[in-house]
């Protein structure tokens, strides 16, 4: 990867983002630690040698200042990694997340969760597709799950499996997986490659720390996705062993 591409990963003080941003970092890249809390934030990005963006991707006056911050420092961007997601339920592993039962769950849940995993990704990607467009190989990845995966969670052995079923996340990154086809074909013609990434059951606060793999493993996938050659694959949903079924 050019060592001078720009990478903004949302929601990239703990977790995930953090994992990504920090591997990002590793190869070289300028690195944008996006993040609503400026406290957690700068503490991040000074770890990691990267640079704190003030973002609260629920906020749209936040989302507009963010972009004419990455304006005016950097001047564009190469890649976008939409990672700031909730689950709806406290911090519980997922057997406990009773509160996501489709026939008992709260309508305001339900929506809290669909406002940040797929409004907000709509509204900061549009932010910054203006500075993603002066970029020579502009990539997008946004941030999915198993859960997301009809055919996975239609399954049988999924049915049966001790755990609540989720009328909240796992839509809610179904229509993101939808949601990231729509803007690959949207901007295919413009050289953009957008591809959703299943990171896996990694050990994070959204679920107690309670996941079997490292956010540094699951990271893995984001990274390759964000660092595709210009032949790559766009409108896909991908895990670190391949592509995902719908």
Known sequence: MNLQKIVLVTGAN?????????????????VLVAARDPRKGEEAAAALGAHFVALDVNDPGSIRAAATDVDKRFGRLDVLVNNAGISGSAQVPPQEAYDQ??????????????????FAVIAVTNAMLPLLRRSPAPRIVNLSSHAASMTITSAPEWRTAPLPQSAAYAPSKAALNALTVQY????????FLVNAA????????????????????????VVHLATLADDGPTGGFFSDEGPMPW
């Open 14 to 30: 703990k977790g995930l983002g953090r994992a990504a941003a920090e591997r990002f970092a590793a190869l070289g890249c300028t």
């Open 101 to 118: 039962i489709p026939s008992t769950v709260e309508l305001d849940m339900v929506r809290s969760v669909f406002e940040t995993n797929v």
């Open 184 to 191: 690959a074909n949207e901007l295919a013609k413009d050289g």
């Open 198 to 221: 299943a990171p896996g059951f990694c050990a994070t606060d959204i679920n107690a720390n309670t996941g079997t793999r490292t956010a540094a493993q699951g990271a893995e996938v």
